[in-house]
């Protein structure tokens, strides 16, 4: 059995996982999942959500970071690289040092994202658009699972997004995996490609799923997950 930690990218939280906590444990595994600080557009910076994915492991575990989360679980593993086991980054940004997210994002060769971001009233935070989030996350996704994210969906802080890790070496010291989503609408699987580069290639997976595989394809998400813990073994 694994320890599994699965952490929310922007503007989800941990009720997002609500189909991949089942399909781990009929697989075996103990999977749990945290609300990043952040949540609601509140002030929060990278290493706030750093010290809550670490003060959530209470045992070495499997980290598994979904789109934004990348971020997260890469500062996580700069700060306790001993309770970590791994880190798998599913369609998920992969640092690099010296560049923020938003930095990375735009990098990249298309910008899907860029139309439905829209910021708060205070500008510390922003959203996505409710009338574009069904097609760029939720495509193939079921109208529960739609239904619940535009009910969940919250602002997310700007600050974690606009950091950047001025060292990414402790986290490449640790086994890493990649889970591309080859029909993925919000970051284009070529770019997930491009950022997975520096991951040996049998540690890097392609699902055939939208942004949203916690939704639908958990069964996919799991059984890649229980493959890497089998390896770990």
């Known amino acids: ?46 290493e706030d959500q750093a010290a809550v994915i670490c003060g959530a492991l209470d045992r070495p575990a499997l980290l598994l970071g979904h789109s934004a989360a990348g971020y997260a679980i890469t500062a996580a593993a700069e700060r306790c690289p001993g309770m970590i086991r791994a880190l798998v980054y599913l369609c998920a940004y992969v640092p690099r040092p ?40 939720y495509h193939d996704c079921g109208p529960e699972d739609r239904a619940l994210a535009a ?22 010291a640790l ?26 290639p049998e540690q890097r997976f392609d699902l055939a799923a939208s942004h949203s595989p916690f939704f639908s394809d958990p069964a996919g998400v799991a059984a890649i997950l229980d493959g890497i813990a089998r390896r770990l073994h």
């Open 98 to 137: 010296g560049l923020s997210l938003v930095e990375m994002r735009r990098l990249g060769p298309e910008q899907p994202l860029a139309p439905a971001l829209r910021p708060t009233g205070d500008r510390r935070g922003f959203f996505f658009d409710p009338a574009l989030c069904d097609a760029l996350f």
């Open 1 to 46: 059995m694994a320890e599994v930690l699965l952490v929310h990218g922007s503007c989800h939280g941990a009720w997002c996982w609500h189909r991949l906590i089942p399909a781990l444990a009929a697989l075996g595994h103990r999977a749990r999942a945290v609300d990043l600080p952040g949540r609601d557009g509140g002030s929060a910076t990278l």
């Open 175 to 200: 086994a890493r995996f990649y889970i591309r989503c080859t029909a993925d609408r919000a970051i284009p699987p070529a770019y997930q490609a491009t950022m997975a580069a520096g991951i040996p």
């Open 151 to 172: 009910a969940r969906l919250r602002p997310e802080a700007r600050l974690p997004q606009e950091t950047a890790l001025p060292s990414t070496a402790r986290a490449e």
